[in-house]
């Protein structure tokens, strides 16, 4: 696609239940992470994915907290059992895999937990 | 492993006045460098990057930064701002392992 794209743009759930937060990255774009944005926290890593290799999952919060990568493309961030803090703006973003593109990041969506 | 420091959270400026945004970082091997800028419920906007070469870096929106590596800063320049040009601005590091590290964010509001 023309962008990264991230689905839903705005999630509210209640306290407990678990959400599926998605990001479409931009085709052939072999990187792809999901950051945190909170306020007066800026924009905290999460989880790295690099084509085929291992995920960097060294940003993950707690156990609470998964992805997955399919096909090398669609990533699905999972949070069980909602906390208030987990209340927040989380951004996906692809890249070629090198940094001489920088990264290209959707518009987030925007969960909050009830 | 690297970070970045943001020196002034907040930057009010007028509209065609010159602004700077600091930005220090901190890694003990070589560095990407970045500008990223986020207007109001959007994502994040590539402004600029230094990779390697000059270390004067121009970008989109009139925007440039300079890499001085003795100080270990990257700060952003515009000579004009514009009030279109209100929003977050963020400094970023990537090293060797390609994850970049932000800092706090700045946000830059141009008044009339």
């Known amino acids: 696609g023309a962008g990264v794209s991230q689905s839903p743009s705005n999630k509210v759930t209640e306290k407990g239940k678990d959400v599926e937060l998605r990001c479409d990255p931009i085709s052939g774009h072999t990187a792809l992470y999901w950051y945190r944005q909170s306020l007066g926290q800026g924009l905290e890593f999460l989880i790295y994915f690099q084509g085929n290799s291992a995920p960097d999952k060294s940003g993950l919060p707690s156990d609470r907290f998964s992805a997955e990568r399919t096909g090398g493309s669609v990533s699905t961030l999972t949070i069980q059992r909602t906390q208030q803090e987990d209340s927040a703006v989380y951004l996906c973003?692809?890249?070629?895999?090198?940094?001489?593109?920088?990264?290209?990041f959707g518009s987030g969506t925007r969960l909050t937990v009830v | 492993a690297q970070s970045v420091t943001q020196l002034d959270s907040q930057v009010p400026v007028f509209e065609e006045a010159p602004v700077e945004l600091r930005c220090n970082y901190s890694s003990s091997v070589s560095v990407y460098l970045f500008w990223y800028v986020q207007y109001p419920n959007q994502g994040l906007q590539l402004l600029l990057k230094y990779l390697s070469g000059s270390t004067l870096v121009k970008g989109i929106n009139g925007f440039e930064a300079e890499f001085n590596k003795s100080q270990t800063s990257f700060h952003l320049r515009k000579p004009s701002v514009h009030i279109s040009d209100t929003a977050e601005y963020f400094c970023a590091v990537q090293g060797s392992n390609y994850k970049l590290t932000f800092g706090k964010g700045t946000l830059l509001t141009v008044n009339p």
């Open positions: 973003a692809s890249s070629l895999g090198g940094p001489s593109g920088g990264y290209t």
